[in-house]
């Protein structure tokens, strides 16, 4: 079965910190990608990562898929009371449209 | 572009009744992927359908059943629910691509409690 860890678990952090969330696996993905949810929706896609190595910045965040595709992580710098939600990172098996989704990180900023 | 929408968003049944939750996906998306999230097992695969078609299934007993029109939007099922069922069941459509770049996007959910 594979598994898609994230750590942590939880996280509180005030305003203007930066923070990184790691999403880490023993099987290798063809694509994956990182979601924040927020109470009562569903996840918003942030972004998705496909080359080995490659960082991605939107913002104030930035992705990075590892070398291996099994890992990823997620740094926010100046975190934001608006930053504030479950992220999720999520994998594709190659060759599938199914994706394997992760723990979950849930985050809360406070001003 | 409108987004994906789910019908109900709120449900409560009865422990042993049936339901069905719809999703119409976002115009011109042809795959429609279901999930079930819960506090305890967090976001689990259901099924993903395209062209009518179920293309990949999840671990879910044969209680849980889906389907799709030819007009994308899909449907899925649960028969003689149980307290477990109770859960946020998310649809997600994926707009065409190669299988390396398949991106989800997710609807609001509908939220079932079973009592």
């Known amino acids: 079965t594979q598994l898609l860890e994230q750590s942590p678990q939880f996280l509180s952090i005030q305003e203007g910190e930066n923070l990184t969330v790691y999403c880490n696996s023993s099987?290798?993905?063809?694509?994956l990608q990182w979601y924040r949810q927020e109470p009562g929706e569903g996840p918003v896609l942030l972004v998705t990562?496909?080359?080995?190595?490659e960082v991605k910045k939107l913002k104030r965040l930035t992705f990075q898929f590892g070398d291996a595709r099994k890992d990823s992580s997620l740094h926010i710098t100046a975190a934001q009371p608006g930053d504030t939600g479950l992220y999720l990172c999520?994998?594709?098996?190659?060759?599938?449209?199914?994706?394997?989704f992760g723990t979950g990180t849930r985050l809360k900023v406070l001003a | 572009k409108a987004g994906v929408t789910q019908t109900p968003r709120y449900l409560i049944k009865t422990r042993g009744q049936q339901v069905t939750l719809s999703c119409s996906p976002i115009?011109?998306?042809?795959?429609v992927s279901w999930y079930q999230q819960t506090p305890g097992q967090g976001l689990q695969f259901l099924f993903e359908?395209?062209?009518?078609?179920?293309?990949n299934k999840g671990n879910f007993p044969g209680r849980f059943s889906g389907r799709q029109f030819s007009n994308s939007r899909s449907e899925m099922n649960v028969s003689t629910l149980e307290l477990g069922d109770s859960a946020l069941y998310l649809c997600?459509?994926?707009?065409?691509?190669?299988?390396?770049?398949?991106?989800?996007?997710f609807g609001p959910g509908t939220r079932l409690t079973v009592t």
């Open positions: 990562v496909v080359t080995g190595g």
């Open positions: 999520a994998g594709l098996t190659s060759g599938t449209y199914k994706y394997i």
């Open positions: 115009s011109g998306h042809r795959s």
């Open positions: 997600a459509s994926s707009p065409p691509g190669t299988s390396g770049t398949y991106e989800q996007y």
């Open positions: 099987s290798v993905f063809s694509s």
């Open positions: 359908y395209f062209s009518e078609t179920q293309r």
